[in-house]
């Protein structure tokens, strides 16, 4: 066993077991740093495989960033999770099958990093050897990235963006609001609601002669708006369809 | 004009007819009378298009290539031409009928009615006109559809079922089995056109021609052969104009009208003559002659009786196309003709008592024809035409369709038709002898006001029961064009 | 300007879209989005007619040659997808603005078009492209945007719709990942050409049917074929009006294309079909999808979640046509694709007005609609017949080409379940004509047609439904012309 | 607020240097690991680190969501600038050799897209962390 295949296999291991400890835990906090410690991992299995730059990105998104994400999303919905109410014995043979096929494809495949795989044999020597010439930058990762394959980041970059938008559309200006049909008349329910609130807006709404309900100014990012904070989710509503 | 585009403005007048229909709406009496006039348009269009047929022209138009190699166009052969005359002159007939109807009955939604029945005519049209099974198939569709705003028209729950039944049955045949076999036809012979002498001959094997016979024979439900049936008498909720033009003529006719155009220029006469199915369907529909006169002698609801003799009518024309031999074609294209009229004349009989006397059951008519002499003399000549008795036009299809049994050597069918005959002398005949020779009912609270239905409608029944008697004398322009149809000289 | 139109008919509504999010004004961002669609439905026209008279249209990205850069490559197959893409997209696109400027509460607006820009631009990023592994791209940006939308309904339940949609459609974008990068290994290149030629030389090897699999499960799950299809009707149902109308026309057409360009293109008919014997597992899958799915159409009582069903029916006969594996069939899928794009389009905005007027869409509330919304009815007759495949609209030319393509080989009792999985249309799409012509309505509320400004975008798409149905010649040619290119492997 | 001087201390020390590192890995990244992706996320992490031991209330003083948010859309828009630029110029979409002569085109393409890359990034992680963490907890 070579030196770089211990690491390879601690890492592996190491990575089943955060992966296994992920899944087991009930506590959700608990959860959050598996997954941040499973992150931190896979990066250092990205660099024995002299994958870099992915490494990189995995340290600082996986790791970092998700994990801050995570915890902030703990930090309203609690860090309990219920018990499943299904059981799991159907996607665990969905994903005892998908592991099995996975490995039974990869059974075949050329050796991890020889320089006569397919993989090494077409476009990347053409990387390697000319990119320099064509681009001046020293480091191929980038000139593939930004110059021969930049319509693909471009592509990332409006994923992440897509991204933001989604998240912003659902949680900017708190809870999301519903717009229900009342007696021929379209009204805003933020949730969280009562009764006679609603009741009472929807007198002022039909009597005040509509307009809308949402007044003044529109802004998507508004969610750390700390007047927001002022429209409490009280009662009967909550974040559950 | 060419004949072409008189096709054209001939198969789009009934259309104008139900634009004028909706924009005089708020008129009743402008509307009925526009509605005459387009149909008498209609009908001199159509004399003009005979005149051409008989002189040996086609004439022929190309609308458009929906997908390539198949076209929506229209081409007029002398079976068409029967069916459009026959379509095409009831249909003032019977608007002038339906006024006094609709008004005496004090129907609802008069417009919509009178809509959808011109749509309807211009479906049939459509349907007569066709050159290709594609626009058959497409009209035919089109008829089904236009139609069923006139069976469901008093929106109640049993019209609602009845429009079930209606369009289901009509539907599953049509997409179910006849569309499957167009389709059929057209990946084994490259082509949907009609041609003289059929398209199929050695295309496939004899055992899949059977198959798609079959498809076809049971494909078109609009002829009502058993089991498909069960359309015909569901849709007698609709006013009996309805039911005497769409369901005795216009729909059911496009049924039969679609087989016979199937049998001679899909399959021609040849190779049907040699199909092991063909005999078999003959005797299907023979069976359905019998059965639905057994029904209909048990019915005593008049509207349904005519309805179940209707159905065994039909078959007769199914049957002629079957035998597969000249005098069956000739026979039962001259059917189509000879029944239109006949039957048209019973139901409209069955609308003017059911307006006049309020009466739907057979056992309550007894006496009424003291009443309503004309209404029940009429009844007694339709009745006489389809039971294929002279003086009426009916002896002459029944008489080709018998020589046609006997050249087959169908002797079994033969019996077959008589025995319908039979049948049919006790089921029609009963309801105008009870309603002349028979004393009223104890309990009929016959109000003295009763006499005959409103003078359109009488006027109407006038006219059909006369040209049902004129059809035996003068039966000639059928049997001309049915005989071009098959290919003799006329 | 115009040779660089495969470039530009994704990358400017994709820009649009950061525009409209900018703008912060919802009127500034439908103008932008309106703007969007409309020049993508210029642009895949003008492609369109291009591809027709010159053939294969190949662009390089960044000036780099295939396959060292993205190459966009279009020919007569998605230019064809992405003009049903864009048709729809410029249809809906006003339809939006009355529709959503009342499901929707108004800060959100501008994010809403700037969604839809950056669905628009991820659908057509993944028409356009050569490139497999940007079709993973712009399927994330395509199915991100979808998921946030469908999250919007006005119901609660959409929220678990959409989580729904996400897991499924993530674990489907997973799997097609994975194929990719299998195929990668074995080949070292992600161009789509490059891959069909330097794909035969490693077949024997277990890697490449493995791919194989993943890619075929990972796309049939964004398809929605039965029985990967669980996250459809929620999704449809609880989504805003405007929203349904677009992602039933487009997004699940797309992946039906992916479907083609993978097993035709890439891997080709002969190892799809030959060696991994597709069609014994897509026609049976298939054919349940078409009858059992219509069978719960018939079952259901909410309107949207009927035609929801409806919709996975529908995409049972695209992929039955293709699981033919002939031209026919192939030629059946892809107007398919384009007919039931319009027909479904136009029933779920005719949904939308009900919407706008009755606040619901249950059956129970639709009764004497047909007095009271006119126009909006009579719209969904004129949708409904199509899906029933009657003659003259665009659902019977497909019908007419399945069912030709199934007796082509024989198979008549293929033919017979197609045309019982029609009548099975017939009678859910009777049902509601049924309860809005037959019924009498609750006299004491009232309600009116809806506005205009969503009949007109409704009526555009059942007259197009005729239209296309009366004269098929054009999309008929286009369809089998491409259904061709695809079975001659090359592209 | 007493009992954190540690961290406030400590925060207040590593936050400008992890500016800076950001600065060299998105600098940097032409020559080793690194680009806008990873600094994007980087400066986004000195942001967050701020806000979490001074306060959501300090760190949207310095940083208002809506900067953040134009910061994400921004950085699409730079990016495709880029890419339309090459148009305008006379090349293909995203070409960079008609920027300017030869290689030089190649450097400020990638700049140009690297800093659309980094901009968007930054921007959405923080505008994220503020959409979770401005967020009030709900309890049923």
């Not at chain 3, 409806?310 to 892809?334: D, E, K, N, P, R």
Request: glycine content about 10%; hydrophobic content about 55%; proline content about 4%.
């Amino acid at each position: 066993m070579t030196p770089v295949e211990f690491v390879d296999i601690v890492l592996l291991i190491l990575l089943a077991i955060t992966g296994i400890a992920v899944i087991r835990t009930r506590n959700l906090f608990a959860a959050v740093m598996l997954a941040g410690i499973y992150s931190l991992v896979s990066a250092g299995l990205f660099v024995v495989m002299d994958a870099v730059d992915v490494a990189f990105t995995e340290a600082a998104v996986g790791a970092g960033i998700s994990t801050v994400l995570l915890l902030g999303t703990l930090a309203l919905v609690g860090d309990k999770e219920h018990k499943p109410q299904h059981t799991p014995i159907l996607p665990l043979i969905v994903v005892l099958i998908t592991g099995g096929v996975l490995i039974y494809g990869t059974s075949q495949m050329p050796p991890f990093g020889a320089a006569d795989n397919p993989a090494n044999q077409h476009v990347a020597p053409y990387y390697l050897e000319d990119s320099y010439d064509e681009t001046h930058v020293p480091n191929v990762v980038t000139s593939v990235l930004a110059s021969y394959r930049s319509y693909d980041t471009m592509g990332e970059t409006a994923v992440v963006f897509t991204a933001v938008v989604g998240v912003l559309l659902l949680l900017a200006r708190g809870p999301l609001p519903q717009r229900i049909h009342h007696d021929g008349e379209w009204i805003t329910v933020r949730p969280g609601t009562t009764r006679e609130e609603l009741a009472a807006q929807f007198k002022a709404e039909t009597e005040g002669g509509g307009g809308g309900p949402e007044g003044g100014g529109v802004d998507p990012g508004g969610g750390a708006d700390p007047e927001d904070r002022g429209d409490t989710p009280s009662g009967e509503g909550g974040e559950r369809g | 004009m060419s004949g072409g585009m008189l096709l054209l403005v001939t198969a789009l007048l009934p259309v104008a007819a139900a634009g004028g229909v909706l924009l005089l709406r708020k008129s009743p009496n402008v509307r009925e009378a526009s509605t005459l006039i387009f149909g008498a348009l209609t009908f001199w269009h159509v004399l003009g298009l005979l005149h051409r047929v008989q002189e040996g022209e086609r004439p022929r138009l190309d609308m458009l290539e929906v997908v390539p190699g198949v076209q929506l166009a229209f081409e007029l052969e002398p079976l068409g031409m029967v069916f459009a005359l026959v379509a095409s002159f009831l249909w003032p007939v019977t608007s002038l009928y339906a006024i006094g109807y609709m008004r005496g009955h004090h129907e609802e939604n008069q417009t919509r009615f009178f809509f959808f029945f011109a749509i309807a005519i211009a479906g049939a049209l459509g349907v007569a006109f066709s050159a290709n099974l594609f626009t058959l198939f497409v009209f035919y569709e089109f008829l089904t559809f236009c139609t069923v705003p006139l069976v469901t028209h008093h929106q109640t729950e049993e019209a609602k079922k009845s429009g079930r039944v209606y369009l289901g049955i009509l539907l599953t045949t049509s997409v179910g089995l006849q569309l499957v076999a167009i389709i059929w036809t057209w990946v084994l012979a490259g082509t949907v056109d009609f041609r003289t002498g059929g398209i199929l001959a050695g295309t496939a094997s004899t055992g899949v021609l059977s198959a798609i016979l079959v498809l076809y024979v049971y494909g078109v439900g609009k002829a009502a052969v058993m089991p498909f049936h069960r359309w015909l008498p569901a849709a007698m909720v609709a006013p009996t104009p309805v039911s005497a033009l769409l369901h005795a003529v216009a729909v059911v006719k496009a049924g039969v009208f679609t087989v016979l155009k199937i049998a001679v220029y899909v399959f021609g006469i040849d190779l049907l003559a040699t199909l092991t199915t063909t005999s078999w369907l003959a005797w299907a529909a023979g069976a359905t002659i019998i059965l639905a006169s057994l029904v209909a002698f048990k019915k005593d609801n008049l509207k349904a009786r005519l309805a179940y003799s209707t159905i065994s009518q039909l078959s007769y024309i199914v049957l002629g196309a079957l035998l597969a031999n000249e005098l069956g074609i000739i026979g039962g294209g001259m059917h189509i003709a000879m029944h239109a009229f006949g039957k048209i004349t019973l139901f409209f009989a069955a609308g003017a008592i059911m307006v006049a006397a309020h009466e739907k059951k057979i056992s309550r008519m007894h006496g009424l024809g003291r009443t309503m002499p004309i209404t029940f003399g009429a009844f007694f000549v339709g009745s006489l035409s389809i039971i294929g008795l002279p003086p009426a036009g009916g002896a002459w299809s029944k008489w080709f369709l018998a020589m046609g049994t006997l050249e087959a050597e169908q002797y079994g069918l033969l019996a077959v038709l008589m025995l319908s005959t039979l049948l049919g002398l006790y089921y029609l005949l009963e309801v105008p002898v009870k309603a002349f020779f028979f004393a009223p009912p104890e309990d009929a609270h016959r109000s003295e006001g009763i006499h005959e239905a409103p003078t359109p409608s009488l006027i109407a029944i006038c006219i059909t029961a006369a040209a049902t008697l004129g059809l035996f004398i003068w039966p000639e322009v059928w049997r001309e064009l049915m005989t071009m149809v098959v290919g003799g000289a006329g | 300007m115009s040779e660089h139109l495969p470039a530009l008919l994704v990358v400017v509504p994709l820009i649009l879209a950061p525009v409209a999010a900018l703008s912060n004004r919802p009127r500034a961002a439908f103008a932008a989005a309106f703007a969007g669609c409309w020049w993508a439905l210029y642009a895949s026209l003008a492609l369109l007619t291009r591809v027709r008279s010159e053939g294969v249209i190949s662009y390089a990205l960044g000036g780099w040659a295939p396959p060292y850069g993205i190459e966009l490559r279009l020919d007569l197959v998605n230019a064809f997808v992405a003009v049903t893409v864009a048709t729809i997209g410029a249809v809906v696109i006003p339809y939006a603005w009355t529709s959503v400027k009342k499901e929707i509460t108004e800060d959100r607006i501008p994010l809403f078009y700037t969604a839809f820009l950056l669905m628009l631009s991820g659908l057509l990023g993944i028409t356009v492209t050569g490139d497999v592994f940007n079709v993973f791209v712009f399927l994330e940006i395509s199915s991100l945007s979808a998921y946030s939308m469908i999250a919007l309904g006005q119901d609660r339940r959409a929220l678990t719709a959409t989580f729904q949609y996400l897991i499924m459609g993530s674990v489907g974008a997973t799997f097609i990942v994975i194929g990719i990068g299998f195929m990668y290994v074995m080949t070292g290149t992600l161009n789509m050409a490059d891959l069909a030629e330097r794909l035969p030389a490693v077949m024997d090897n277990r890697t490449i049917p493995v791919a194989f699999t993943f890619l075929t499960v990972g796309i049939t799950l964004k398809l929605a074929l039965f029985p990967l299809h669980l996250w459809l009707p929620n999704a449809y149902t609880y989504a805003p009006s405007a929203v349904t109308a677009f992602m039933a026309s487009t997004a699940t057409k797309v992946s039906v294309y992916l479907l083609l360009r993978f097993f035709f293109t890439i891997f080709g008919f002969a190892f799809a079909f030959g060696q991994m014997r597709l069609n014994m597992v897509l026609m049976p899958l298939s054919l349940v999808a078409i009858l059992a799915m219509s069978l719960v159409a018939i079952y259901e009582i909410n309107v949207k979640r009927l035609l929801a069903f409806s919709s996975v029916a529908q995409i049972g006969y695209m992929v039955l046509g293709i699981s033919f594996g002939s031209v026919l069939g192939v030629t059946a899928g892809l107007l398919h694709i384009f007919n039931h794009a319009l027909m479904k389009g136009a029933l779920f905005m005719a949904m939308g007005c009900v919407m706008y007027r009755v606040g619901s869409v249950q059956l129970s509330k639709m009764a004497g609609l047909g007095k009271k919304m006119p126009w909006t009815m009579a719209a969904f007759v004129g949708g409904g017949l199509s899906l029933i495949g009657v003659p003259l609209t665009v659902g019977f030319i497909s019908k007419w080409y399945l069912v030709q393509a199934a007796l082509e080989q024989g198979n008549w009792l293929v033919a017979g379940l197609v045309m019982i999985g029609s009548l099975m249309a017939l009678v859910y799409i009777w049902k509601v004509v049924e309860v809005a012509y037959f019924q009498e309505a609750d006299s004491d509320v009232e309600i009116r047609e809806a506005p205009l400004s969503l009949l007109i975008p409704t009526w555009v798409l059942v007259i197009a439904s005729f239209w296309f149905g009366i004269d098929a010649s054009t999309t008929a040619q286009v369809a089998t012309d491409a259904a061709e290119l695809l079975l001659r492997g090359g592209s | 607020m007493d009992d954190r001087v540690i961290l406030r201390v400590g925060a207040k020390i590593l936050i400008p240097f992890i500016m800076i590192f950001g600065l060299y890995v998105h600098f940097h990244g032409d020559y080793g690991p690194g680009g806008g992706f990873q600094a994007g996320v980087i400066f986004a992490a000195a942001f967050v680190l701020y806000a979490l031991i001074f306060g959501l209330g300090n760190a949207i003083q310095v940083l208002p969501p809506k900067a953040a948010y134009i910061c994400a859309a921004m950085g699409v828009v730079i990016y495709l600038g880029v890419g339309f630029l090459g148009i305008i110029l006379g090349g293909q979409f995203m070409d960079y050799s008609v920027l300017a002569y030869s290689y030089t085109g190649q450097h400020y393409g990638i700049i140009g897209v690297e800093l659309g890359v980094v901009t968007t990034v930054f921007g959405v992680m923080v505008a994220l962390f503020y959409a979770f963490a401005g967020r009030r907890r709900v309890d049923s």
